[in-house]
Nanobody
């Protein structure tokens, strides 16, 4: 059974940094594109960043470009999201997700990790 487990969330002051990790199991990890999404209270879930299976392609939401970096370590079956220069509006539950190749639909989702940025 495929599992995606996020970690690294927490409470941080504005301007601070966090590094999220998402460990995947029972997955041919390098065959899957990975993405990060977030959902703030009362809002819809939104795309944050994505990375291809080999890490050669990355894309970001405009709201996080230049502040967040997605990366992956296929030897560890783990994808990361480095969050820098955090703002209160980055407060949300962050989810990782996996999709076969660079498909349009994400097949697997993690349970989420809370990021709270205080002003």
């Amino acid at each position: 059974q495929v599992q995606l487990v996020e970690s690294g969330g927490g409470l941080v002051q504005a301007g601070g940094s966090l590094r999220l990790a998402c460990a995947a199991s029972e997955l041919t990890f390098s065959s899957y594109g990975m993405g990060w999404f977030r959902q703030a209270p009362g809002k819809e879930r939104e795309f944050v960043a994505a990375i291809s299976g080999r890490g050669s392609t990355r894309n970001y939401a405009d709201s996080v470009k230049g502040r967040f970096t997605i990366s992956r370590d296929n030897a560890k079956n783990t994808v990361y999201l480095q969050l820098n220069s955090l703002k209160p509006e980055d407060t949300a539950v962050y989810y990782c997700a996996a999709r076969w190749g660079w498909g349009t639909t994400y097949d697997y989702w993690g349970q989420g990790t809370q990021v709270t940025v205080s002003s």
